[in-house]
């Protein structure tokens, strides 16, 4: 079960634990974001993520123990905080099963530095969790 402890107001800024890990295919590669009540890893459908194309991620949301969450409400949101603007589309979440959610409509319009991030809701518990990607 899922802690039921408040949260509300709680924001992960200096806890995030980024690490990057290459499966056995040795293809793709997947982030994992350590927030903290989820593991949230991503997969994009282009690999290396591409600049200036429109392409998708499936976003995989597990408990702390490894368990799938599934009915989440999943926001995403990013941009380049040094050039100080958000995304250049609105990507659209839609859950796909087995933890797994969809994120179609992303894009990296330019070089540099870019934050993404998803606020996940799921039952009485929310998770903030970032990525970053530099091209
Ligand atoms: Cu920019």
């Known amino acids: 079960m899922m802690s039921r402890m408040k949260i509300l107001g709680y924001y992960l800024s200096g806890l995030l634990l980024v690490t990057g890990l290459s499966l056995a295919t040795g293809v793709r590669a997947v982030e994992t974001t350590n927030a903290t009540h989820f593991n949230v890893s991503y997969k994009s459908n282009v690999e290396p993520l591409p600049l200036n194309r429109i392409h998708s991620w499936v976003l995989h949301v597990a408990t702390r123990d490894?368990?799938?969450?599934?009915?989440?409400?999943?926001?995403v949101y990013g941009g380049m905080?040094?050039?100080?603007?958000?995304?250049?589309?609105?990507?659209?979440?839609?859950?796909?099963?087995?933890?797994?959610?969809?994120?179609?409509?992303?894009?990296?319009?330019?070089?540099?530095?870019?934050?993404?991030?998803?606020?996940?809701r799921a039952g009485d518990v929310t998770d903030k969790v970032k990525f970053d990607i530099e091209f």
Do not use: C
Request: proline letters at 8%; a neutral charge; zero cysteines.
């Open 81 to 120: 905080p040094a050039h100080r603007h958000g995304l250049p589309t609105q990507p659209e979440v839609s859950e796909i099963g087995g933890g797994d959610y969809l994120v179609q409509g992303l894009k990296f319009s330019m070089m540099g530095k870019w934050e993404m991030w998803f606020n996940i």
């Open 66 to 75: 490894g368990k799938p969450v599934e009915k989440a409400t999943i926001s």
